[in-house]
T-cell receptor, first 113, second 113 residues
Framework: GEDVEQSLFLSVREGDSSVINCTYT??????LYWYKQEPGAGLQLLTY?????DMKQDQRLTVLLNKKDKHLSLRIADTQTGDSAIYFCAELLIYNQGGKLIFGQGTELSVKP | DAEITQSPRHKITETGRQVTLACHQT?????MFWYRQDLGHGLRLIHY???????NKGEVSDGYSVSRSNTEDLPLTLESAASSQTSVYFC????????????FGPGTRLTVT
């Protein structure tokens, strides 16, 4: 079945690296995504990775994809207090007419000064 | 700039009343989605549409309906509001090709008393 799993909480100190992990079940997923949700706001797309890639880097963000283990991670370098938020991973499922995203439950990142 | 908007941002209604939440996007996206977000459940898909006159049920569609009469709008109707429908509702849209990333509205907080 379709399922995306994440740990619920992560706490780090300001300046450290944060690593948020995610596992997914559908090996045919072509794209995987990371979204950020700040309090009282909608989800903001952070980055996404195509399934034929192992890694994607964008400034402080590094996404690693292990297709064999169906494991996705998001590393935030030099974590700041402004990075405190809920982070969702999602996988794309394509149907005949279009695509829909399956979201994990979200990981709440707390950054302590 | 293209955007996706939701109205109202906050709504309080009574049990049994019909409520309609509006979603409007100027991305010219074919795909539109409605989610609800509750503590402990992450994002759950209510209904989605892949184009004008197309609607599909998501995982928690009971008690909700949508209609798609044009590309820009996908209103969500609660036929007879129940306290279990107290939640934050998010609308999203995506293109129907490429990377399918979804863009989210700011959300509507609905309270059913």
């Amino acid at each position: 079945g379709e399922d995306v799993e994440q740990s619920l909480f992560l706490s780090v100190r300001e300046g450290d690296s944060s690593v948020i992990n995610c596992t997914y079940t559908d090996s045919s997923s072509t794209y995987l995504y990371w979204y950020k949700q700040e309090p009282g706001a909608g989800l903001q797309l952070l980055t996404y990775i195509f399934s034929n890639m192992d890694m994607k880097q964008d400034q402080r963000l590094t996404v690693l994809l292990n297709k064999k283990d169906k494991h996705l991670s998001l590393r935030i370098a030099d974590t700041q207090t402004g990075d405190s938020a809920i982070y969702f991973c999602a996988e794309l499922l394509i149907y005949n007419q279009g695509g829909k995203l399956i979201f994990g439950q979200g990981t709440e990142l707390s950054v302590k000064p | 700039d293209a955007e996706i908007t939701q109205s109202p941002r906050h709504k309080i209604t009574e049990t049994g009343r019909q409520v309609t939440l509006a979603c409007h996007q100027t991305w010219n996206h074919n795909n539109m989605f409605w989610y609800r977000q509750d503590l402990g459940h992450g994002l759950r898909l209510i209904h989605y549409s892949y184009g004008v006159q197309d609607t599909n049920k998501g995982e928690v569609s009971d008690g909700y309906s949508v209609s798609r009469s044009n590309t820009e709008d996908l209103p969500l109707t609660l036929e007879s509001a129940a306290s279990s429908q107290t939640s934050v509702y998010f609308c999203a849209s995506s293109d129907s090709s490429g990377s399918y990333e979804q863009y989210f509205g700011p959300g509507t907080r609905l309270t059913v008393t």
